[in-house]
Every structure is written in structure tokens, then in C-alpha cells.
């Protein structure tokens, strides 16, 4: 397989990590929280989020999908609210991550995984600049950038995590349960192609090795003779 084609395999790779980690930051399932449930045939509000906003949703629970621990599954119909965070928005409501959680940890993710999406940009335009005959040499920096945004995405995913368990730990909040989503493994996907992908890219920039020990001398410009 020639470097073209290992190269075309490659940005296949990327965009599609790519895709992951932008559904990942614009999506609000990194995480779904329960409260206690105790009664059957009544309402329990469960909650899930992403790096921008909280949304509750209010289901009822009947014997069939009781799970016997906590309100939910999510994914169960229900009348649903979002509301995107106070320290986004300024004038709403977001009182549960304001009072109950470290915001500090939300908005630290959030401008991580604005990063990698910069990062992302960047190793793109790299990337299709790369393709035109004689540059080559572009693909180091594209995959530097990608290797970076791979980076952001992860450290976004641990401080999220973070958060989510400093917040059920805490004894003021209402959360008993919480399990991580779709979202979440978005993120995680977009980290490992990301990162694989940009050094891969690196690898592939680099000059090609000798074959045979005698192979560089061959290829040595011959001596100017005395």
C-alpha cells in the first residue's frame, strides 16, 4: 500500500473522530442522573447533561420498568426541561450545578473540548493543503494537531468525569445514581481516533528509512574528484 492511499485511510479516520467529538460537545448525554425512587405508579424526575446544559425529565414508573433502584431508565417518555447554565447564560436558572457541583469543573470542559475542536479545524485545512502535489511536508503539522485535539478531548472527558462523581459524593445533592451515555462514549471514540490518527499522520511525514545498510550510501552524491 503506497503512502496516498495510507494517507486517504487515514483522514477517513480523522473525520470520523471528528464527527464523534463535535456530536460529543453539542450533545447533552455525557451523563444520566437518578434520584431515589421508593413508590410505584407515580413520577420520579431524572436528569442527564453535556457541557452546556441540564435537562430534567419528569417519568413515570410503573411495575413494568421498575428497576427497583432508581427513577428511569431515561430514555423512558416523560415531559422533559433544559436549561442551559448559569454561568452560560446569565439570567436563567441552573441552580443544581450553581449550588451542587463545582462549576468550575463545567467550564473548565467546556473551553478543553473548544480546544480540540480549534485543534481539529486546524489539522484539517493542514490536511487538504497537504493533498496538492508537493506538500507533503504539511502533513507533520496536521498530525500534531490532531494529536493535540485527541488530547483536549480526553482531558475534557476526566474533568467531566470528575465532576460527576465529586457531585454524587456530595451529601446536599439529591443524586444516588449516575451512569455515563452516548455522549460520553462520543467523546472517548473521538479521542481514540483523533489521537491514533494524528500519529499515524506523524509517522507517515516522516522520511522513509533505508531499506539495506548499503542503501544510504548508494544513494550519497558521489565524491567531487581532487
Not at 23 to 33: F, I
Not at 86 to 91: D, V, Y
Not at 183 to 189: D, K, L, R, V
Request: aromatic share 12%; net charge negative.
Amino acid at each position: 500500500m503506497n503512502k496516498g492511499m495510507k494517507v486517504k485511510i487515514t483522514s477517513f479516520m480523522l473525520l470520523v473522530g471528528m464527527a464523534s467529538m463535535f456530536t460529543a460537545v453539542v450533545t447533552d448525554h455525557w451523563a444520566v442522573l437518578s434520584p431515589p425512587f421508593e413508590q410505584l405508579n407515580t413520577t420520579c424526575e431524572a436528569a442527564h447533561f453535556g457541557l452546556w446544559r441540564l435537562c430534567k425529565k419528569v417519568i413515570y414508573i410503573s411495575e413494568r420498568f421498575n428497576n427497583g433502584k432508581s427513577c428511569g431508565p431515561i430514555s423512558l417518555p416523560g415531559v422533559e426541561n433544559c436549561t442551559y447554565f448559569k454561568h452560560f447564560t446569565p439570567g436563567e436558572d441552573a441552580e443544581i450545578f450553581e449550588f451542587k457541583t463545582q462549576k468550575e469543573y463545567n467550564i473548565s470542559a467546556a473551553a478543553i473540548a473548544i480546544f480540540s475542536l480549534a485543534f481539529m479545524i486546524l489539522g484539517s485545512l493542514c490536511l487538504l493543503c497537504s493533498f496538492k502535489k508537493g506538500n507533503d511536508y504539511i502533513l507533520k503539522p496536521a498530525g500534531m494537531f490532531f494529536t493535540f485535539a485527541g488530547l483536549c478531548a480526553i482531558i475534557a472527558v476526566e474533568v467531566m468525569r470528575q465532576s460527576v462523581n465529586r457531585m454524587i459524593e456530595s451529601e446536599e445533592t439529591i443524586w444516588v445514581e449516575y451512569s455515563y451515555a452516548w455522549s460520553f462514549a462520543c467523546a472517548c471514540a473521538g479521542f481514540c481516533l483523533l489521537f491514533l490518527g494524528g500519529l499515524t499522520l506523524l509517522i507517515l511525514s516522516m522520511p522513509r528509512m533505508p531499506q539495506n545498510p548499503w542503501e544510504s550510501c548508494m544513494d550519497a552524491e558521489p565524491e567531487p574528484e581532487q
